[in-house]
Nanobody
């Protein structure tokens, strides 16, 4: 499985950004897809996830502000980020999980200025 992430950038606090991640390869084996983030000096944390059936989960810190969605026809997962805060600044990573493997896309920087 290969993951190609895009989006991110610089935005002022209160603004919005979108991320997308396209999967290729053995995509039929993917169960969950999600987004993680890692801020400087901090551990990587789960932001949002979505199952093949569309069930979603969110970190408490982003509930109500971020929305994860999945287009199975395009093998793409999206993360819509609204009401962004400076503490959302991090490198965001796309993740795809099968029953036995986890795959990572390249990170994309999200910077929220105050």
């Amino acid at each position: 499985v290969q993951l190609q992430a895009s989006g991110g950038g610089l935005v002022q606090a209160g603004g919005s950004l979108g991320l997308s991640c396209a999967a290729s390869g053995r995509i039929f084996s993917i169960n969950h897809m999600g987004w993680y983030r890692q801020a400087p000096g901090k551990q990587r944390e789960l932001v949002a996830s979505i199952s093949s059936g569309g069930s979603t989960g969110y970190a408490d810190s982003v509930k109500g502000r971020f929305t994860i969605s999945r287009d199975n026809a395009k093998n793409t997962v999206y993360l819509e980020m609204n009401s962004l805060k400076p503490e959302d600044t991090a490198v965001y990573f796309c993740n795809a999980a099968t029953v036995s493997e986890a795959y990572w896309g390249q990170g994309t920087q999200v910077t929220v200025s105050s």
